[in-house]
């Protein structure tokens, strides 16, 4: 039973590909996110959203875009790949304010 | 930014003794958590301590928060090899919930 999963764990692609990560949660949380993590270890928070609705947008290039058709998913598509996208990205997901609980994570490295 | 700073950056310790791990962060705070994570894996949740609380534990791990000095430590008695990991403090700047993790602690347990 995976709280949190995420689809495809790895994803090599080239620059100016588009590509496109899923995430589900069967915890019943009420909000989810996704999170940055780069070669240094550093996370950092990319969206959220609380009922569908996106309630945190950092300063994250608009090729990004977050979209949530249920309370359960939150997927992310990644237009125009950069090499500089390589990472870490993790989705995570909680009960407002709570803690979160992280997925495996999807290594994304761009060639 | 309200980014949390963890200290000291890597902390090598002998089996059976005890960790201490330091967070400082800028803003005041909803709560303050701390996670793990192991190498190639996604970040699990220790504990969560709200700023109206000075101190939490849990099995072998000691959580203080004090909110004057902006700052917490995470201690973890009588460590084992498996402890070996990074360890994160998260906060959130109150009423925003966007959840800011420090730049993280990793332990290392010699056996």
């Known amino acids: 039973d995976t709280a949190v999963s995420q689809t495809p764990k790895y994803l090599v692609t080239q620059m100016g590909n588009d590509k496109s990560i899923k995430c589900e949660q069967n915890?019943?949380?009420?909000?989810m996110y996704w999170y940055k993590q780069d070669s240094k270890k550093f996370l950092k928070i990319m969206f959220s959203y609380n009922n569908k609705e996106l309630i945190i947008n950092e300063t994250v290039p608009n090729r990004f875009s977050p979209k949530s058709p249920d309370k359960a998913h939150l997927n992310l598509h990644i237009n125009s790949l950069e090499l500089g996208d390589s990472a870490v990205y993790f989705c995570?997901?909680?009960?407002?304010?709570?803690?979160?609980?992280f997925g495996p994570g999807t290594r994304l490295t761009v060639t | 930014s309200q980014q949390g700073e963890e200290d000291p950056q890597a902390l090598s310790i002998q089996e059976g003794e005890n960790a201490t791990m330091n967070c400082s962060y800028k803003?005041?705070?909803?709560?303050l958590q701390w996670y793990r994570q192991n190498s190639g894996r996604g970040l699990v949740h220790l504990i969560l301590i709200r700023s109206n609380e000075r101190e939490k534990h849990s099995g072998r791990l000691r959580v203080t928060l004090d909110t004057s000095k902006k700052s917490s430590s995470l201690l973890i008695t009588a460590s084992r090899a498996a402890d070996t990991a990074s360890y994160f403090c998260a906060t959130d700047a109150s009423g925003t919930y966007k959840y800011i993790f420090g730049t993280g602690t990793r332990l290392k347990v010699l056996a």
């Open positions: 915890l019943g949380h009420d909000t």
């Open positions: 803003t005041s705070i909803n709560n």
């Open positions: 995570a997901s909680s009960l407002r304010g709570q803690e979160q609980y």
